[in-house]
């Protein structure tokens, strides 16, 4: 189908009407998240831990009432994007529930994003209004979100904290208001996509698909009322907001609970306070925690479950994880743009310590297809293409990238390469994108080339990942300069002065006369990578 006049490409009829009749769809919006039976019958229970601050499931509901009343008092109006740059607060939480309660769309970026990707959100989503903390925190504290903000195309800047000249976040609060239910096959939020072009690209996800992915994934993972979930990444990320991170929390009527990073000197502590009995991280930070609790004091027993997933997690120590702590992992494999894979929980040890896990829903489809698209042999690798029920059909406002993205029957090419066991299972074997995957955290390689390229001495630059015990891969900027080549820490400084995010930029640098080229004269980042090997 030809996506809408707002960027917005639709499923087609048929699909649309097979996943209303089998259940995937309903009516529900994500300002309902909030467990309904929880609100009626248990209300105290808490909902959110954030900080000093506790928050039942009553106060949030009325604390998201409240500023979504304040939202319309600003003057946003359902339908207008709003760009949304905070930590892991009750900030956050009660903004999102605000926003997507007024059918506003919360555009999700990452704290450690820049005037780089922020101004090109700004633009792109032609946002009314910009949302972040005053600074950031930790160790790049330094950082002054009000300046960037007095650089943005939007009419409203809201800070949570210090507001100086703009809207304080916390004066977002007002009496609640009748508010009219947004459509549930609308969009419900933008979600950012790791990235393999020049620029980042916006996913948008409906209301009702993005509502089944998180109560689904919320069945799979067991989620209960009894469930503590640890918020280690950012809420932002899908990951953790959505699979079944927050939003699945909420909707099973468990309690959410935010920690700054996930740092064993910052988690450990809310795990012992709290009693967690979930959290979901990235491999490096499992491998942190695999490493801590030998000498940690604090008791983490009341772990059950560890969520691994945003890059490949080594069979090896997925293997460690039962014994050293003492809870059992799943593996995930997980994308903004829709299709997650979650290993069972009662998947035998084998396919959970091996494996990446299958796909959430019975309406996934999978295929797994070589170079020219056809399908490979049972068992062999190809890179996985995928449609289903929370799958996205298009990027927002982006036709050129879409063509190249999704094959004519709408399947997203993922750019993974897989390999497909008969229970269904994946093994993600590698990656054919354009993308570093450091730790979890992604890089567009064009992207960061074409910072570079703006470098008075670099003359031509290839990026591509070096393997790394830690983090699974870094970033590797390969440079033909003019003149003295600059040094890694001139790049950085450079890169931070264009208002690049600092997880892209490189960690290496590597001179060369000329690049490798492939028989058709593209740069060939296989010979560069196999350089560094
Ligand atoms: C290998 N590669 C993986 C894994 C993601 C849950 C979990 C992760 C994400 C995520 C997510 C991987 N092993 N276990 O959104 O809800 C790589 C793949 C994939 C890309 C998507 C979630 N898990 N990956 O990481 O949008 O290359 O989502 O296509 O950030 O991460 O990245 P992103």
């Known amino acids: 189908p030809e996506p809408a006049p707002d960027g917005f490409t639709p499923w087609p009829k048929d699909l649309e009407e097979r996943y209303i009749a089998e259940g995937y769809w309903g009516d529900r919006v994500l300002g309902d998240v909030l467990n309904r039976d929880v609100l009626r019958d248990d209300p105290d229970r808490t909902a959110l831990v954030a900080g000093d601050e506790r928050l039942s499931y009553a106060e949030l509901d009325r604390r998201a009432d409240r500023a979504a ?74 950082f002054d979100y009000r300046v960037m903000a007095r650089t943005l195309p939007v009419e409203h800047v809201v800070i949570e904290g210090d507001a100086e000249e703009f809207t304080a976040l916390a004066d977002l609060d007002a009496d609640p208001v009748e508010i009219a239910r947004p459509d549930p096959a609308g969009v419900g939020v933008f979600l950012l996509s790791g990235g393999t072009t020049g620029l980042p690209k916006l996913i948008p996800r409906t209301h009702r698909d993005y509502v089944y992915n998180l109560e689904a994934s919320a069945e799979v993972c067991g989620f209960g009322r009894d469930t503590v979930y640890l918020v280690v990444l950012p809420a932002a990320h899908n990951f953790a907001l959505a699979c079944p991170g927050v939003l699945g929390v909420f909707a099973a009527g468990g309690t959410a609970v935010l920690a700054p990073s996930g740092s064993p000197d910052e988690a450990f ?141 709408g399947f997203y090419r993922t750019g993974d390469l897989v390999r497909r066991l008969p229970s269904g299972h994946l093994i993600v074997e590698g990656r054919e994108k354009d993308q570093i995957n450091r730790g979890g955290d992604k890089v567009s390689a064009e992207e960061l080339e074409s910072h570079l390229l703006a470098h008075p001495a670099v003359h031509d630059a290839a990026v591509v990942g070096v393997p790394d015990a830690m983090m699974g891969e870094r970033t590797c900027a390969f440079l033909v300069v003019r003149g003295t080549a600059p040094a890694l820490a001139e790049i950085k400084d450079f890169l931070r002065q264009r208002g690049l995010a600092a997880y892209k930029w490189p960690d290496r640098i590597e001179t060369v006369d000329t690049f490798p080229r492939t028989p058709v004269g593209k740069i060939s980042k296989k010979e560069l990578a196999a350089r560094l090997a």
């Not at 930590?87 to 506003?104: E, K, M, Q, Y």
């Open 69 to 142: 009343a304040g939202w319309l008092r600003l003057g946003v109006r359902p339908g207008d994007r709003v760009v949304v740059q905070l930590p892991n607060s009750a900030g956050f939480v009660v903004t999102f529930l605000a926003l997507v309660r007024i059918g506003a769309v919360p555009v999700l970026a990452l704290p450690a994003h820049r005037e780089s990707e922020i101004g090109y959100l700004c633009e792109l989503a032609e946002a009314r209004a910009y949302v972040a903390a005053d600074r950031a925190a930790g160790g790049d504290g330094a």
């Open 269 to 409: 502590p809310l795990i012992e306070r709290e009693r967690a009995t979930v959290c979901a991280v990235v491999p490096p930070i499992a491998l942190l925690w695999l490493d801590a609790v030998s000498w940690a004091e604090e008791d983490v027993s009341s772990l059950e479950l560890l969520q691994v997933g945003g890059a490949k997690f080594a069979a090896e120590r997925a293997a460690e994880v039962p014994e050293t702590l003492g809870c059992r992992v799943q593996q995930v494999f997980g994308m903004a743009e829709g299709l997650l894979n979650y290993t069972r929980l009662d998947d035998p040890r084998d396919l959970v310590e091996r494996t990446q896990g299958r796909p959430l829903s019975p309406a996934d489809e999978v295929r797994v297809v070589d170079a020219d698209g056809a399908d490979v042999a049972p068992g062999e690798v190809g890179e996985l293409l995928t449609r289903g029920p929370y799958t996205l059909r298009g990027y927002y406002r982006a036709p050129e990238h879409n063509a190249r993205s999704f094959t004519p029957d």
